[in-house]
């Protein structure tokens, strides 16, 4: 059944990723194009603006917040860098 989905963590983590993507880009982009109106290419009022920057810097805390609990992530992370490195 196509409910199931809903009952796995990953796919449910997955959806709300692409739906802050969505949000992020095309909710955001029409919010600010009918506060700002026409005005020849402004930005406007860029409060709004703002505070999506300030949610962003919020789920980057939570993630220091998830390698100062688990060394090992950061650890994995680096290490995926660094290959990276030698395949670009």
Known sequence: RKRNCLKDGW???DSCLVGMMVGETWLMTTV?????GSSGG???????LR????????????????????????????????????VF
């Open 11 to 13: 796919f449910v983590f």
């Open 32 to 36: 600010m194009l009918v506060l700002g």
């Open 42 to 48: 402004g930005l406007g009022n860029a409060s709004l």
């Open 51 to 86: 505070m999506a920057r300030l949610l962003r810097l919020s789920r980057m805390a939570r993630m220091a917040r998830l390698f100062r609990a688990m060394p090992e992530l950061l650890f994995l992370i680096k290490g995926i860098v660094a290959a990276m490195r030698s």
